[in-house]
């Protein structure tokens, strides 16, 4: 089995109902950080880990995602003829090289377990990492590549975790803890959204996992879980054991843009980490502030 994780999977089959009623006719993943949509930094963040094929697991009213990572060749003549060189190489960047994205539907929104499962044929018997764009992280190392880094030494399963407030953990998987070491979790246990009073601890796994295909022998049950889906916690947890399966306390930070808060959050920070936005959005945070 090939040791490289060469092959990454972003389930972009949900409802966002969160986000209703923009995500009414547009997918979640499409909404904008500053100016380019979540799912782009997403890519972005998998292409520097070094991933070299996309697979997409889309569903109802997600073709956007697809026209967003092909040509648009109106748009291409439109902005060549008026000399908008800049503008251009922005639209030409998510066009990767023809045959390294690829696409898989999944009919119903069981689930992210289910909306992985679906992946299995073009996964194969090899490694793979799974990203959820609605998951952004600010990091100077991309977080994609601080866990293929850790897959490096493990060669097992590898998901980025972070702290939770312990009011917060029955909206989370939850780690139950074997051992510690300030930067890798070595996992004996995974809970998905324990009440706090049952939660094994507050460490909770973020949308970036490395998984070994042994994960779809457990996914292919179908098994329901919390809130009726077919969760990815539930069949991760039945990994244990089998390999090294740890969590990373990744370096960055992490906005969680499915959550309106979160989203708003980390369209500020990212603006404000633009040289050419800095100043201006940073007078108008003041200005609210002093309201
Ligand atoms: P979420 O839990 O955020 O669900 O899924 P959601 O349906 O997108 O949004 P809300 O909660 O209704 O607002 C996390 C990730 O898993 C994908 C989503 O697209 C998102 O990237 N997912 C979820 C699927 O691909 N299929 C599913 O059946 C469920």
């Known amino acids: ?3 490289r994780v060469r092959k990454a999977v972003f389930p972009v089959g949900g409802l966002g109902t969160r986000f209703l009623p923009v995500t009414k006719a547009m997918p979640k993943e499409m909404l904008p950080i ?9 890519v972005e963040e998998a292409l520097e880990a070094g991933i070299e094929e996309i697979i997409f ?11 967003f990572f092909d040509h648009s060749f109106e748009l291409r003549q439109v902005l060549a003829e008026r000399g908008k060189d800049f503008e251009l190489n922005t639209i030409e960047f998510p066009v990767l090289e023809a045959g390294s994205i690829v696409y898989t539907r999944q009919q119903e929104p069981l689930g992210l377990g289910h909306a992985v499962w679906c992946s299995r044929e073009l996964v194969g018997e090899e490694p793979f990492a799974i990203l959820l764009a609605d998951d952004l992280i600010m990091a100077d190392t991309p977080c994609l590549k601080q866990m293929v880094d850790v897959f490096g030494e493990t060669g097992g399963n590898v998901v980025a ?5 312990l009011e917060h953990t029955d909206r989370y998987g939850i780690l139950d803890v074997a051992s510690d070491d300030g930067r890798l979790v070595e996992i004996k246990g995974l809970v998905e959204k324990p009440d706090p009073v049952d ?19 457990y996914l292919s049950d179908w098994k329901k879980g ?27 930070t992490r906005f969680d843009c499915g959550d309106k808060a979160g989203f708003f959050e980390a369209n500020i920070a990212f603006a404000l980490a633009r040289a050419e936005l800095h100043n201006q959005i940073q007078s108008i945070v003041d200005a609210y502030a002093t309201r």
Request: aromatic share 6%.
């Open 57 to 67: 697991v889309t569903g109802r009213g997600k073709a956007a995602i697809e026209d």
């Open 1 to 3: 089995m090939t040791k």
């Open 161 to 165: 975790v972070e702290d939770v407030p």
């Open 34 to 42: 500053v100016d380019k949509p979540l799912i782009q930094y997403a």
């Open 226 to 252: 919390v809130g009726g889906e077919i969760q990815l916690t539930d069949s991760m947890a039945r990994l244990i054991g089998d390999k090294p399966f740890h969590g990373l306390r990744f370096q960055g």
């Open 199 to 217: 939660a094994p601890s507050t460490l909770s796994i973020i949308g970036r996992y490395i998984l070994l295909p042994e994960i779809f022998d």
